[in-house]
């Protein structure tokens, strides 16, 4: 039986309106809620925002000066936005892959 989504938090969306353009370099939490309560959390980034990291890194000195990157629970994405976000998640339930790029967060009321 495929799992029933109940609610999707974005972490970027309490940062406000962000533009279409800007939703190319970023990365934000996603928490997936289901109706049987079970919470499911994993990182987005847009692909663009890993070469920016990049970037960055090689001029800090961080993570070998750019050499190599990693996030748990990582889901690369061409653009952060709540659509694109959505898609991929129906796409991971449709194909039954859910929610082998998401950890399961441990219950509110134990």
Do not use: H
């Not at 495929?2 to 928490?31: C, H, Y």
């Not at 709540?82 to 991971?92: D, N, Q, T, Y």
């Amino acid at each position: 039986m495929k799992p029933k989504i109940r609610s999707i938090w974005i972490s970027l969306e309490s940062k406000g309106f962000i533009t279409a353009e800007e939703a190319l370099d970023q990365n934000t939490d996603v928490i997936v809620t289901l109706c049987s309560g079970e919470r499911y959390a994993a990182t987005f980034f847009s692909y663009q925002n890993i070469r920016t990291l990049t970037r960055k890194n090689r001029s800090t000195g961080e993570w070998l000066s750019g050499k190599y990157f990693w996030a748990s629970d990582m889901v690369l994405i061409a653009s952060i936005d709540r659509a694109s976000i959505e898609r991929v998640i129906e796409e991971l339930i449709a194909d039954n892959c859910w929610p082998s790029p998401f950890r399961l967060l441990p219950s509110a009321n134990p």
